[in-house]
Protein backbone atom coordinates (compact mmCIF):
# COMPACT_ATOMS: atom_id res chain seq x y z
CA UNK A 1 0.00 0.00 0.00
CA UNK A 2 1.60 3.37 -1.34
CA UNK A 3 2.29 6.05 1.53
CA UNK A 4 0.62 8.86 2.00
CA UNK A 5 3.34 11.60 1.34
CA UNK A 6 2.85 15.04 3.29
CA UNK A 7 6.07 17.03 2.49
CA UNK A 8 7.85 17.57 -0.39
CA UNK A 9 10.83 19.68 -0.82
CA UNK A 10 12.35 20.16 -4.47
CA UNK A 11 15.51 22.28 -4.72
CA UNK A 12 15.42 24.30 -1.87
CA UNK A 13 17.96 26.79 -1.66
CA UNK A 14 18.73 28.92 1.46
CA UNK A 15 21.20 32.46 0.90
CA UNK A 16 22.26 34.69 4.04
CA UNK A 17 23.52 38.30 3.30
CA UNK A 18 26.35 39.32 5.32
CA UNK A 19 29.07 41.62 5.11
CA UNK A 20 31.50 39.24 3.42
CA UNK A 21 29.03 38.41 0.75
CA UNK A 22 26.38 35.82 0.43
CA UNK A 23 26.56 32.50 2.61
CA UNK A 24 24.76 29.84 0.75
CA UNK A 25 23.82 27.96 3.49
CA UNK A 26 21.49 25.43 1.52
CA UNK A 27 22.01 24.13 -2.37
CA UNK A 28 19.45 22.59 -3.64
CA UNK A 29 18.35 20.01 -2.01
CA UNK A 30 15.31 17.37 -2.66
CA UNK A 31 13.65 15.38 -0.28
CA UNK A 32 10.46 13.92 0.94
CA UNK A 33 8.65 13.23 4.15
CA UNK A 34 5.98 9.89 4.01
CA UNK A 35 3.03 10.27 7.19
CA UNK A 36 4.33 8.10 10.32
CA UNK A 37 7.58 7.92 9.03
CA UNK A 38 10.96 9.57 10.63
CA UNK A 39 13.24 11.02 8.25
CA UNK A 40 16.67 11.90 10.08
CA UNK A 41 18.36 14.70 8.19
CA UNK A 42 21.97 13.98 9.78
CA UNK A 43 25.61 16.19 9.47
CA UNK A 44 28.19 18.09 11.16
CA UNK A 45 27.73 21.83 12.53
CA UNK A 46 27.35 24.19 9.77
CA UNK A 47 25.57 21.51 6.93
CA UNK A 48 22.93 23.46 6.39
CA UNK A 49 20.32 20.41 8.34
CA UNK A 50 18.69 23.11 10.59
CA UNK A 51 18.76 25.94 8.37
CA UNK A 52 16.71 23.55 6.08
CA UNK A 53 14.25 22.65 9.10
CA UNK A 54 13.58 26.69 10.04
CA UNK A 55 13.05 27.02 6.36
CA UNK A 56 10.16 24.30 5.99
CA UNK A 57 9.17 26.12 9.71
CA UNK A 58 9.46 29.71 7.87
CA UNK A 59 11.74 30.15 11.12
CA UNK A 60 14.57 31.60 9.19
CA UNK A 61 15.19 36.19 9.82
CA UNK A 62 13.34 38.06 6.37
CA UNK A 63 15.40 40.68 6.27
CA UNK A 64 18.49 39.00 5.08
CA UNK A 65 17.65 35.60 4.17
CA UNK A 66 16.90 34.37 0.19
CA UNK A 67 14.60 31.22 0.35
CA UNK A 68 15.03 29.67 -2.88
CA UNK A 69 14.20 30.45 -6.35
CA UNK A 70 11.78 30.15 -9.33
CA UNK A 71 12.27 26.27 -9.16
CA UNK A 72 12.20 25.83 -5.32
CA UNK A 73 9.34 24.13 -3.41
CA UNK A 74 8.18 23.11 0.02
CA UNK A 75 5.30 21.64 -1.04
CA UNK A 76 2.69 21.29 2.05
CA UNK A 77 -0.85 20.11 1.92
CA UNK A 78 -1.25 21.03 -1.83
CA UNK A 79 0.86 25.05 -0.84
CA UNK A 80 4.21 25.82 -1.42
CA UNK A 81 5.24 27.07 1.77
CA UNK A 82 7.92 29.77 0.36
CA UNK A 83 5.24 31.74 -1.32
CA UNK A 84 3.33 31.89 2.31
CA UNK A 85 3.14 35.47 4.07
CA UNK A 86 4.14 35.33 7.70
CA UNK A 87 0.44 35.45 8.75
CA UNK A 88 -0.27 32.29 7.13
CA UNK A 89 2.94 30.77 7.79
CA UNK A 90 1.68 31.64 11.94
CA UNK A 91 -1.62 29.87 11.85
CA UNK A 92 0.59 26.66 10.57
CA UNK A 93 3.23 26.51 12.70
CA UNK A 94 2.04 24.65 15.87
CA UNK A 95 -1.12 23.39 14.43
CA UNK A 96 0.55 21.71 11.21
CA UNK A 97 3.96 21.35 11.42
CA UNK A 98 5.64 22.06 14.99
CA UNK A 99 9.30 22.01 16.41
CA UNK A 100 11.27 20.79 19.21
CA UNK A 101 13.73 23.38 19.22
CA UNK A 102 17.95 22.13 20.61
CA UNK A 103 17.51 24.19 23.76
CA UNK A 104 14.19 23.59 26.11
CA UNK A 105 15.93 26.26 28.59
CA UNK A 106 15.84 29.05 26.26
CA UNK A 107 12.81 28.06 24.31
CA UNK A 108 10.99 28.01 27.81
CA UNK A 109 9.67 31.35 29.81
CA UNK A 110 11.09 31.39 32.55
CA UNK A 111 7.96 33.29 34.03
CA UNK A 112 5.08 31.30 32.80
CA UNK A 113 4.02 28.03 34.37
CA UNK A 114 4.75 24.72 32.72
CA UNK A 115 0.71 24.26 32.16
CA UNK A 116 0.37 27.46 30.77
CA UNK A 117 2.51 27.54 27.76
CA UNK A 118 1.01 24.11 26.87
CA UNK A 119 -2.16 25.69 27.38
CA UNK A 120 -1.05 28.85 25.16
CA UNK A 121 -0.13 26.85 22.05
CA UNK A 122 -3.63 25.09 22.01
CA UNK A 123 -5.52 28.65 22.68
CA UNK A 124 -3.65 30.50 19.92
CA UNK A 125 -4.86 27.74 17.20
CA UNK A 126 -8.25 26.40 18.71
CA UNK A 127 -11.45 28.25 19.60
CA UNK A 128 -11.72 26.66 23.13
CA UNK A 129 -12.17 27.55 26.54
CA UNK A 130 -9.25 28.17 28.94
CA UNK A 131 -10.25 25.27 30.95
CA UNK A 132 -10.44 23.16 28.04
CA UNK A 133 -6.91 23.79 27.33
CA UNK A 134 -5.92 23.03 30.57
CA UNK A 135 -7.82 19.86 30.44
CA UNK A 136 -5.59 18.91 27.02
CA UNK A 137 -2.30 20.93 28.78
CA UNK A 138 -2.55 18.34 31.86
CA UNK A 139 -3.95 15.34 29.01
CA UNK A 140 -0.11 16.67 26.83
CA UNK A 141 1.88 16.27 30.43
CA UNK A 142 0.50 12.44 31.04
CA UNK A 143 1.28 11.38 26.99
CA UNK A 144 4.73 12.56 27.45
CA UNK A 145 4.83 10.72 30.74
CA UNK A 146 5.80 13.21 33.34
CA UNK A 147 4.09 12.27 36.86
CA UNK A 148 1.71 13.93 38.68
CA UNK A 149 0.59 16.11 35.78
CA UNK A 150 -2.04 18.14 37.50
CA UNK A 151 0.90 19.33 40.38
CA UNK A 152 3.08 20.14 37.02
CA UNK A 153 1.32 22.00 35.51
CA UNK A 154 1.13 24.65 38.05
CA UNK A 155 5.38 24.82 38.20
CA UNK A 156 8.15 26.76 36.16
CA UNK A 157 10.80 25.64 34.12
CA UNK A 158 13.51 26.07 36.49
CA UNK A 159 11.61 23.10 38.58
CA UNK A 160 11.86 20.45 35.88
CA UNK A 161 15.22 18.67 34.83
CA UNK A 162 16.62 18.57 31.43
CA UNK A 163 14.97 15.92 30.68
CA UNK A 164 11.90 16.87 31.83
CA UNK A 165 12.03 20.34 30.24
CA UNK A 166 12.51 18.12 26.80
CA UNK A 167 9.37 16.19 27.77
CA UNK A 168 7.52 19.63 28.07
CA UNK A 169 8.54 20.86 24.64
CA UNK A 170 7.33 17.69 23.05
CA UNK A 171 3.91 17.99 24.91
CA UNK A 172 3.63 21.38 23.34
CA UNK A 173 4.85 20.43 19.74
CA UNK A 174 2.20 17.87 19.95
CA UNK A 175 -0.70 20.31 21.84
CA UNK A 176 -2.38 20.47 18.49
CA UNK A 177 -1.88 17.02 16.42
CA UNK A 178 0.01 18.40 13.92
CA UNK A 179 1.15 16.37 10.84
CA UNK A 180 4.59 17.42 11.10
CA UNK A 181 6.93 17.50 13.95
CA UNK A 182 10.74 18.70 13.16
CA UNK A 183 12.89 17.66 16.02
CA UNK A 184 16.21 19.57 15.70
CA UNK A 185 19.20 18.22 17.73
CA UNK A 186 15.67 16.73 20.52
CA UNK A 187 19.02 15.17 22.50
CA UNK A 188 21.74 17.98 22.88
CA UNK A 189 22.95 18.15 26.36
CA UNK A 190 21.43 15.19 27.59
CA UNK A 191 23.21 12.22 29.31
CA UNK A 192 22.59 8.85 27.19
CA UNK A 193 20.21 7.39 29.24
CA UNK A 194 17.66 10.26 28.96
CA UNK A 195 18.70 10.89 25.26
CA UNK A 196 17.26 7.07 24.87
CA UNK A 197 14.08 7.99 26.71
CA UNK A 198 13.57 10.73 25.00
CA UNK A 199 14.16 9.13 21.39
CA UNK A 200 11.63 6.45 22.54
CA UNK A 201 9.08 8.70 23.62
CA UNK A 202 8.73 10.56 20.13
CA UNK A 203 8.98 7.52 18.51
CA UNK A 204 5.72 6.17 20.61
CA UNK A 205 4.13 9.27 19.93
CA UNK A 206 4.65 9.37 16.20
CA UNK A 207 3.00 5.57 16.00
CA UNK A 208 0.44 6.32 18.46
CA UNK A 209 -0.44 10.10 16.71
CA UNK A 210 0.92 8.66 13.00
CA UNK A 211 2.66 11.62 12.98
CA UNK A 212 5.68 11.98 9.95
CA UNK A 213 9.28 13.22 12.02
CA UNK A 214 11.97 15.01 10.87
CA UNK A 215 15.04 14.39 13.06
CA UNK A 216 18.01 16.82 12.57
CA UNK A 217 20.90 15.53 14.43
CA UNK A 218 24.87 15.44 14.08
CA UNK A 219 25.24 12.19 16.02
CA UNK A 220 24.06 8.97 13.76
CA UNK A 221 23.85 6.69 16.82
CA UNK A 222 20.87 8.70 17.89
CA UNK A 223 19.11 8.00 14.73
CA UNK A 224 20.17 3.78 14.36
CA UNK A 225 16.86 2.75 15.92
CA UNK A 226 14.42 5.23 15.17
CA UNK A 227 14.70 6.55 11.75
CA UNK A 228 12.90 5.17 8.53
CA UNK A 229 15.16 7.29 6.19
CA UNK A 230 18.42 9.28 6.46
CA UNK A 231 19.54 11.89 4.39
CA UNK A 232 22.90 12.96 5.08
CA UNK A 233 23.95 16.65 4.47
CA UNK A 234 27.72 18.60 4.05
CA UNK A 235 28.40 21.97 2.74
CA UNK A 236 24.54 22.51 2.12
CA UNK A 237 23.91 19.67 -0.06
CA UNK A 238 22.77 16.08 0.24
CA UNK A 239 25.65 13.72 -0.49
CA UNK A 240 23.28 10.33 0.22
CA UNK A 241 20.29 9.18 1.54
CA UNK A 242 18.57 5.87 1.35
CA UNK A 243 16.86 3.52 4.08
CA UNK A 244 18.80 3.60 7.33
CA UNK A 245 19.76 0.03 6.84
CA UNK A 246 21.67 1.36 3.51
CA UNK A 247 23.07 4.17 5.41
CA UNK A 248 24.56 1.96 8.00
CA UNK A 249 25.15 -1.46 6.05
CA UNK A 250 25.56 -0.11 2.28
CA UNK A 251 26.64 3.64 1.98
CA UNK A 252 28.03 4.67 -0.74
CA UNK A 253 29.80 8.25 0.10
CA UNK A 254 33.29 9.11 1.38
CA UNK A 255 31.98 11.35 3.89
CA UNK A 256 29.03 8.80 5.49
CA UNK A 257 31.97 6.22 5.74
CA UNK A 258 33.78 8.95 7.62
CA UNK A 259 30.85 9.47 9.97
CA UNK A 260 30.09 6.22 10.55
CA UNK A 261 33.88 5.75 11.37
CA UNK A 262 33.82 8.82 13.96
CA UNK A 263 30.90 7.22 16.36
CA UNK A 264 32.76 4.91 19.26
CA UNK A 265 32.07 1.27 18.97
CA UNK A 266 32.00 -1.42 22.00
CA UNK A 267 33.33 -4.09 19.76
CA UNK A 268 36.34 -1.86 18.34
CA UNK A 269 40.09 -2.00 20.19
CA UNK A 270 40.23 0.91 22.74
CA UNK A 271 43.55 1.25 23.19
CA UNK A 272 43.83 2.69 19.22
CA UNK A 273 42.69 5.72 18.67
CA UNK A 274 38.90 7.11 17.27
CA UNK A 275 38.59 8.10 13.59
CA UNK A 276 39.15 11.80 13.31
CA UNK A 277 38.19 13.62 9.88
CA UNK A 278 40.71 16.13 9.60
CA UNK A 279 40.09 19.42 7.54
CA UNK A 280 37.36 21.87 7.56
CA UNK A 281 34.17 22.56 5.56
CA UNK A 282 34.14 24.71 2.47
CA UNK A 283 33.36 28.93 2.71
CA UNK A 284 30.47 29.04 1.56
CA UNK A 285 30.10 32.44 0.79
CA UNK A 286 32.07 30.98 -2.26
CA UNK A 287 31.29 27.65 -2.39
CA UNK A 288 33.30 25.26 -4.36
CA UNK A 289 32.79 24.29 -8.07
CA UNK A 290 32.96 20.48 -7.51
CA UNK A 291 32.57 17.81 -4.57
CA UNK A 292 32.70 20.32 -1.14
CA UNK A 293 33.97 16.97 0.23
CA UNK A 294 36.98 16.83 -1.72
CA UNK A 295 39.41 18.93 0.42
CA UNK A 296 38.89 16.76 3.19
CA UNK A 297 38.62 12.92 1.22
CA UNK A 298 41.02 10.61 1.26
CA UNK A 299 39.75 9.12 -2.09
CA UNK A 300 39.22 12.46 -3.88
CA UNK A 301 40.35 12.88 -7.59
CA UNK A 302 41.15 15.57 -9.96
CA UNK A 303 37.28 15.90 -11.14
CA UNK A 304 36.25 16.17 -7.56
CA UNK A 305 37.39 19.50 -7.02
CA UNK A 306 35.94 20.92 -10.81
CA UNK A 307 32.95 19.52 -11.38
CA UNK A 308 29.72 18.68 -9.35
CA UNK A 309 28.97 14.82 -8.92
CA UNK A 310 26.37 13.06 -10.45
CA UNK A 311 23.60 11.70 -8.65
CA UNK A 312 23.82 7.53 -8.83
CA UNK A 313 21.27 5.25 -7.32
CA UNK A 314 21.71 1.90 -6.16
CA UNK A 315 18.04 0.74 -4.96
CA UNK A 316 14.86 2.29 -4.81
CA UNK A 317 15.32 5.48 -2.57
CA UNK A 318 19.33 5.00 -2.07
CA UNK A 319 21.50 7.64 -4.00
CA UNK A 320 24.81 9.04 -3.47
CA UNK A 321 26.03 12.16 -5.12
CA UNK A 322 30.16 10.83 -5.50
CA UNK A 323 32.66 10.45 -8.35
CA UNK A 324 33.67 6.99 -7.14
CA UNK A 325 30.80 5.43 -8.66
CA UNK A 326 31.89 6.74 -12.70
CA UNK A 327 32.70 4.11 -14.39
CA UNK A 328 35.75 5.70 -14.76
CA UNK A 329 37.05 6.19 -11.48
CA UNK A 330 40.06 5.61 -9.78
CA UNK A 331 39.11 3.71 -7.20
CA UNK A 332 42.34 2.08 -5.69
CA UNK A 333 42.49 2.14 -2.10
CA UNK A 334 38.80 2.62 -1.41
CA UNK A 335 37.01 0.58 1.15
CA UNK A 336 34.25 -2.05 -0.85
CA UNK A 337 31.64 -0.66 1.17
CA UNK A 338 31.54 2.35 -0.65
CA UNK A 339 32.11 0.89 -4.61
CA UNK A 340 29.22 -0.91 -5.45
CA UNK A 341 28.15 0.16 -8.81
CA UNK A 342 24.80 2.31 -9.45
CA UNK A 343 22.90 3.28 -11.99
CA UNK A 344 24.39 7.22 -12.86
CA UNK A 345 21.83 9.53 -13.81
CA UNK A 346 23.64 12.09 -15.89
CA UNK A 347 22.32 14.78 -13.59
Known amino acids: ?118 AESVLIHNQISKEKAKEIAIKMLKLVQIPNPEERYKQYPFEFSGGMRQRVMIAIALACDPKILIADEPTTALDVTIQAQIMKLINELKKDLDTGVILVTHDLGVVAGAADRIIVMYAGKIVESGRTEDIFYNLKHPYTYALLQSVPKLTKDTSKKLYSLQGTPPDLIDPPKGCGFAPR ?27 LHHEKANTQGVPELILTRGESSGK
Open 297 to 323: CDFAMKICSIKTPEKTTFAEGHEAYCW
Open 1 to 118: MAKERILEVENLTVAFKTYGGSVQAVRGTDFYLDKGETLAIVGESGCGKTVTAKAIMGLLPIDNTTIGNENSKIMFNGRNLIKLTEGELADLRGKEISMIFQDPMTSLNPTMRIGEQI
